[in-house]
């Protein structure tokens, strides 16, 4: 094992420690956006408006919480490797793109606006992290001969 700057160990291929923090700060926000509808539509379309097709709130639900769960697995094994930070920034583009859209068009209520504005910046972080801008700094190896 490896030890980041902190002391912390990692495996060599590992994911850094605020691609790990924002992997499951980005869970606990589709984990609490899919469990709501589930255990209580009603006070759910009491804050965003009815809902036409309930079906639809559910797979959504559905979907946030398969979403958390992955992110939150990836983080704790620090395994958050190129295909979870596309799912994961995809996702985040997709709800807000449609969240903004559609709350500012007045097609669904207005909340959805910051709650897409949220979405948006996670996928802005993942870009972010991408592009190597907050990522944590770990020791460079070097081989000794």
Do not use: C
């Not at 924002?22 to 539509?41: D, E, N």
């Not at 910046?121 to 592009?131: C, S």
């Amino acid at each position: 094992m490896t030890m980041d700057q902190e002391g912390t160990p990692y495996p060599p291929d590992g994911s850094s420690r605020n691609e790990n923090r924002w992997a499951i700060l980005q869970g606990v926000y589709y984990a609490f956006g899919g469990l709501w509808p589930l255990l209580s539509l009603s006070s759910f379309e009491d804050v965003t408006g009815n809902k036409r097709d309930e079906w639809l709130v559910r797979a959504v639900a559905g979907i946030l919480l398969v979403v958390s769960v992955v992110l939150w697995r990836g983080a704790l094994r620090r395994q958050v490797d190129a295909s979870l930070r596309l799912v994961a920034a995809g996702v985040g583009l997709v709800l807000g793109l449609v969240g903004i859209g559609s709350g500012m068009s007045g097609r669904i209520s207005w909340l959805y606006v910051p709650d897409g504005l949220i979405h948006l910046g996670f996928a802005f972080g993942w870009l972010m992290l991408a592009l190597g801008v907050g990522r944590d700094r770990r020791p460079q190896h070097t081989a000794k001969g």
